[in-house]
């Protein structure tokens, strides 16, 4: 069975640096990625989809790429602020999740 | 536009009680609906989905279950609690066609003693 995973369970960096978030996946091969931020306590919220096609997606600070060959995604946050902090999340097209990443840059 | 409502934000139940959570969507139609888990500190599980009324999927076996008895509603029930069936419950949509990005609902706290 397919299999989606987010290698870190926390990340802390510096206001200012880039964050870098790593997405895996097994056994499929999704049409498209996506990727959420969730904040303590509230729903997940959408950030953005990269579809099989593309290497590579942006919007403002952040920045997607997908590698079909690789099976993995990378998303990053470039100058990161403190109110970036949240945990982030991964999915394939079934609407499946990874752990996420529980982000958290310090001033 | 449109707004996906879920009740209640927070229960606290005995184990062995029933369950009953329910999700509307409002200003589309023939969403797709998905119930979702958060166990505390955990990923999200999803636990059904449904792409029209009375079409369920279960994606695992437990003692939960849900129905969609009208388009924009989607409800989440159990007969029985465990202490494992505490966690973060979430209620989500998306358009039924083309690459679907989910729209979660604010959630609901349950916690089995």
């Known amino acids: 069975s397919q299999k989606i995973e987010q290698n870190s369970e926390a990340l802390n960096i510096q206001e200012g640096k880039t964050a870098t978030l790593t997405c895996n996946y097994t056994n499929y091969s999704p049409a498209y990625l996506q990727w959420y931020r969730q904040d303590p306590g509230r729903g997940p919220v959408f950030l953005l989809l990269?579809?099989?096609?593309?290497k590579e997606k942006r919007k403002e600070r952040l920045k997607v790429t997908f590698d079909t060959t690789l099976k993995q995604s990378l998303f990053h946050i470039t100058a990161s602020q403190p109110a970036d902090s949240a945990t982030y999340l991964c999915a394939l097209d079934d609407m499946r999740f990874g752990a996420g990443t529980r982000l958290t840059v310090k001033p | 536009s449109q707004t996906i409502h879920q009740w209640p934000a927070t229960l606290v139940q005995p184990v062995g009680s029933p369950l009953s959570l329910e999700c509307t969507v409002e200003?589309?139609?023939?969403?797709?609906l998905y119930w979702y888990r958060q166990a505390a500190g955990r990923g999200l599980q999803l636990l059904f989905y449904s792409v029209g009324i009375g079409q369920i999927s279960s994606e695992v076996p437990q003692n939960l279950s849900a129905s969609r008895p009208q388009d924009r509603q989607f409800i989440l029930s159990s007969k029985k609690l465990l202490l494992s069936d505490s966690g973060f419950y979430l209620c989500?949509?998306?358009?039924?066609?083309?690459?679907?990005?989910?729209?979660f609902g604010a959630g609901s706290r349950l916690t089995v003693l």
């Open positions: 989500a949509w998306t358009g039924s066609s083309g690459a679907n990005v989910l729209t």
């Open positions: 990269i579809r099989e096609n593309e």
């Open positions: 200003g589309t139609s023939n969403p797709n």
